[in-house]
């Protein structure tokens, strides 16, 4: 399972600088368009993998947390990691406008960090979701401990980054900058 979530991690950067590559330096935007949308594909086979391991009869381990973990996230957040990754690429290399940066202070910063705060929340409700599942299909508590147990790290992660960022900055706000 390990091996299957560094593929898949190393498969989505390589899909995204093949697809951006392709969209840029080749002038060949339908082939750098359908690289960047194969980029979900990616999370079908480590599901499909996670799956069919617990299936087989394994007990849930730690990798199989992180990959429900990194499905949650990588739904929620793929689409902005190949926007911010398309900006800097189209910028350095064809021509582009400058990337688009979170605002530095004030009131927009505070809404910047309770809108990425609620994509996390998005993320860790799939993710919980996946982890749900996964103890429902196994059926066996003594073999879907690890599950639960990545349930309540998610959940201790959200609470910290909800404290730490979108709370922090609501309440102590900087002054905006230009």
């Not at 190393?10 to 060949?28: D, Q, S, T």
């Not at 429900?68 to 290399?93: C, E, K, N, T």
């Not at 582009?96 to 609620?118: D, F, H, L, Q, S």
């Amino acid at each position: 399972m390990v091996a299957v979530i560094a593929a898949g991690e190393i498969g989505f950067w390589v899909l995204l600088g093949a697809g951006l590559i392709a969209r840029y330096l080749l002038r060949m935007p339908r082939l750098g368009a359908l690289l960047l949308l194969a980029t979900p594909l990616i999370d079908l086979v480590i599901l499909v993998a996670t799956v069919l391991d617990l299936r087989r009869g394994a007990t849930a381990e730690f990798v199989h947390g992180l990959a429900a973990a990194y499905l949650g996230f990588s739904v929620v957040f793929g689409h902005s990691m190949i926007r911010w990754a398309d900006q800097r690429f189209a910028h350095r290399f064809a021509g582009g406008p400058p990337p688009v940066r979170p605002p530095k202070g004030g009131w927009a910063r505070a809404r910047y960090e309770w809108r990425e705060w609620g994509k996390g929340l998005l993320g860790w409700a799939v993710a919980c979701g996946l982890l749900g599942l996964g103890i429902l299909m196994v059926g066996d508590p003594s073999r879907t401990g690890e599950l639960l147990g990545w349930i309540f790290r998610l959940t201790g992660a959200m609470v910290i980054w909800l404290v730490a960022f979108p709370v922090w900055v609501t309440l102590f706000p900087q002054p905006a900058q230009d």
